[in-house]
C-alpha cells in the first residue's frame, strides 16, 4: 500500500507494517524473540488508521526527517505508553541485545 505524495504517511506504514511482522509473523526471524519475550503491539492499534491518527495526535509530527518510532524501554510491548519519535542511534543504543562491559587492566 502506498501513500504517493504523503511520505510521512508512508514512513509511518512502513513502520507499521515492521511492528506487526516482527510480532504476529512467524516467520520472520525476530518473532521467536519477541514472542518469547512476550512484545507485541498494543491491542487497540488494530488498523493503520488508529495507529497514524495516534502517533499524529499524542506524539506530534517527527521533529526531522530521519525520526522514526521507537520503544522507550525494549523489554516492553509496542503501546501507547512506550512509544516515543527518536533517531536511529537512540534506537540502536536501546536494543535488547546490548551488553555493556567494563575492562578492568
Given amino acids: ?3 504517493a505524495g504523503d511520505p510521512l504517511k508512508t ?3 512502513n513502520s507499521y507494517r515492521s511492528i506487526r ?3 504476529y509473523n512467524t516467520n520472520n ?4 524473540s ?6 507485541f503491539l498494543e491491542s487497540e492499534f488494530t488498523s493503520f488508521s488508529e495507529f497514524y491518527d495516534w502517533v499524529l495526535d499524542k506524539l506530534g509530527p517527527p521533529p526531522s526527517s530521519t525520526a522514526r518510532i521507537v520503544r522507550k524501554d525494549m ?3 509496542f503501546s501507547r505508553r512506550n512509544l ?3 533517531d536511529r542511534y537512540t534506537q540502536q543504543r536501546r536494543q535488547r541485545k546490548l551488553l555493556l562491559y567494563t575492562w578492568d587492566h
Fill in 1 to 3: 500500500r502506498a501513500y
Fill in 11 to 13: 514512513r509511518l506504514f
Fill in 21 to 23: 511482522q516482527i510480532c
Fill in 29 to 32: 526471524a525476530q518473532n521467536r
Fill in 34 to 39: 519477541y514472542a518469547r519475550d512476550g512484545i
Fill in 75 to 77: 523489554r516492553k510491548d
Fill in 84 to 86: 516515543e519519535w527518536g
